[in-house]
């Protein structure tokens, strides 16, 4: 169910909930009985940009992401996997895992196909820590910096050149506050 969140909210239709649940046969019942690392970039330093399609509310407006468009992020993703792989095989978590009867690149593998995000995947297997970043990047919903203050919106959030029209949500943030930012847009309103 938590994997369903990673389908955007207006693609939730009955034929994408059905691949989702198609997907999920091919795996292992293993896949299901147990838990799950992430690794987060903390301040990454790729940008990417959003521009309105227009005055239509209705129609969405154009975002292009950049995920590892800087060559730094990519290699801190790739840094942290090897550190999720070195605290999956150390003497501390062995009492946690199975066996050795998956390897680090099965599971790699089995991460891919699942749809964590709707980028094109690779269709081999993962042939490098690189590739598996860019196929499995996502941010959980968690987007931010759409509406920068100073920018956008004036330090008391109102639009600018607006009349009563304010934003106070996520999107007014420069950075990431660095964990789920519930908390923090609660405290703006």
């Given at each position: ?24 046969r091919d795996?292992p ?6 838990g799950?690392?992430?690794?987060k970039?903390?301040?990454?330093l ?10 239509d509310?209705?129609?969405?407006p154009a975002?292009t ?8 992020d990519l290699?801190?993703?790739v840094?942290?996997?090897r550190t999720?792989?070195?605290?999956v095989?150390?003497k ?5 895992t199975q066996?050795n009867?998956?390897t680090?690149q ?11 995000n ?11 820590l690189?590739?598996?970043c860019r196929?499995?990047?996502l941010?959980i ?13 004036d330090?008391?959030?109102?639009v ?12 007014t943030?420069h ?14 309103g």
């Amino acid at each position: 169910i938590g994997q369903l969140s990673t389908i955007p909210p207006k693609k939730r239709s009955l034929d994408a909930i059905e691949e989702y649940r198609r997907n999920k046969r091919d795996f292992p019942k293993e896949t299901f009985m147990g838990g799950f690392l992430l690794e987060k970039i903390v301040g990454p330093l790729s940008k990417g940009h959003l521009s309105l399609n227009g005055t239509d509310v209705d129609k969405l407006p154009a975002v292009t992401f950049n995920y590892f468009q800087h060559p730094r992020d990519l290699q801190r993703c790739v840094n942290g996997i090897r550190t999720i792989e070195r605290i999956v095989k150390s003497k501390r978590f062995a009492d946690f895992t199975q066996d050795n009867e998956y390897t680090i690149q099965m599971i790699l593998n089995m991460s891919v196909k699942a749809n964590i995000n709707f980028i094109p995947k690779n269709t081999n297997d993962t042939t490098s820590l690189e590739q598996f970043c860019r196929d499995t990047v996502l941010t959980i919903w968690h987007y931010h910096g759409g509406c920068q203050m100073n920018k956008v919106v004036d330090k008391n959030y109102r639009v600018m050149g607006v009349e009563g029209l304010r934003v106070v949500d996520g999107s007014t943030f420069h950075s990431s506050p660095g964990t789920n930012p519930q908390a923090t847009v609660m405290m703006l309103g």
